[in-house]
Nanobody, 124 residues
């Protein structure tokens, strides 16, 4: 059974940085598109960033562009999200997700596998 486990969340002051990690076990995800979503209180789950199976293509939401960077290490079966210049509005539970249906969708419904989420709280 495939399992995704996020880590690295926490409490950080505005302007600070965090790096989220997602480790997969049970199956290689080297052929999967990987993505990060987030869900703040009272909000729907929203796309943050993705990365193609090779790492050659990456996309970001408008709010993440220029501040966040996704990466992956297929040999270690991990993906990461480097978050810089954090803002209070980045406060949310961040989820790692995997899709075997190809690259390009920002819809949560396109993703087959999900982690349990990690809380990021940014205070001013």
């Amino acid at each position: 059974q495939v399992q995704l486990v996020e880590s690295g969340g926490g409490l950080v002051q505005a302007g600070g940085s965090l790096t989220l990690s997602c480790a997969a076990s049970g199956r290689s995800l080297s052929s999967y598109t990987m993505a990060w979503f987030r869900q703040g209180p009272g909000n729907e789950r929203e796309f943050v960033a993705d990365i193609s199976w090779s790492g050659g293509r990456r996309a970001y939401s408008d709010s993440a562009k220029g501040r966040f960077s996704s990466s992956r290490d297929n040999a270690k079966n991990t993906v990461a999200l480097q978050m810089n210049s954090l803002k209070p509005e980045d406060t949310a539970v961040y989820y790692c997700a995997a899709s075997k249906w190809g690259y390009g969708s920002r819809s949560p419904s396109s993703y087959d596998l999900w982690g349990q989420g990690t809380q990021v709280t940014v205070y001013s």
